[in-house]
C-alpha cells in the first residue's frame, strides 16, 4: 500500500477488490498532484458560503462572459441514453442491481446518493458490485435459494456518484 494512504475503514468482504494497490496509489497520485487546489477550493466554498450569509448572491464570473455569448453545443447523448422515458433509480446493493437492471427500464441510475446509506461497508460493497454488474458476473441467491442473474438485455447503466 503507498506510503501516503491510511485505511481507517473496518474490513469487508470486497474491501481488496474494490481498494486494490493500484487504486490507492492512483489516490495519493491524485492528492499529491491536486490535494493543494482541492483544500484551496474548500477554503473558498467557505469564503464564499459566508459571502451567501452576508446577502452577497450568485451571479456568473466577468471572465465567462465571452463563452456565455458564444455560439456553441454539445455533442448529442450516446444512443443508449437518448431515450430515457423509462428510468429507475436505487441503491447500489447486489439484489437491488439486479433487479433494476432486469426491470425493463431503458436506463438504471445506480445510486450512490439518496438511496445508499453511506456507511463504509455500503459504499466499498457498492463499488464491488459495480465493477461485477458491469463484467456482467453479478449474482446473488436469496436466503431462501433463489436465484438473481442479468438478463440478456438488461437496462443502460449510469452511477450517481457520493
Not at 90 to 112: L, Q, T, W, Y
Not at 121 to 132: F, R
Request: glycine share 6%; no cysteine; net charge neutral.
Amino acid at each position: 500500500m503507498p506510503n501516503e494512504i491510511r485505511i481507517a475503514g473496518p474490513e469487508t468482504a470486497s474491501r481488496d477488490r474494490v481498494l486494490t494497490r493500484e487504486a490507492l496509489a492512483f489516490v495519493a497520485e491524485l492528492q499529491g498532484s491536486l490535494g493543494a487546489a482541492r483544500d484551496d477550493l474548500l477554503y473558498r466554498r467557505a469564503q464564499r458560503q459566508q459571502d451567501f450569509a452576508r446577502g452577497i448572491g450568485l451571479d456568473f464570473l466577468d471572465h465567462t462572459k465571452s463563452i456565455r455569448l458564444t455560439d456553441w453545443t454539445v455533442a448529442p447523448a450516446p444512443l443508449d441514453l437518448q431515450d430515457r422515458r423509462v428510468e429507475i433509480t436505487g441503491p447500489v446493493e447486489r439484489k437491488m442491481m439486479i433487479n433494476a437492471h432486469n426491470s425493463g427500464a431503458n436506463v438504471f441510475m445506480a445510486d450512490f446518493e439518496d438511496s445508499l446509506s453511506p456507511t463504509w461497508a455500503n459504499v466499498v460493497e457498492g463499488q464491488a458490485n459495480l465493477m461485477d454488474a458491469v463484467r456482467r458476473q453479478i449474482a446473488y441467491r436469496s436466503p431462501e435459494g433463489k436465484e438473481y442473474r442479468l438478463n440478456e438485455r438488461t437496462a443502460t447503466l449510469r452511477v450517481r456518484p457520493r
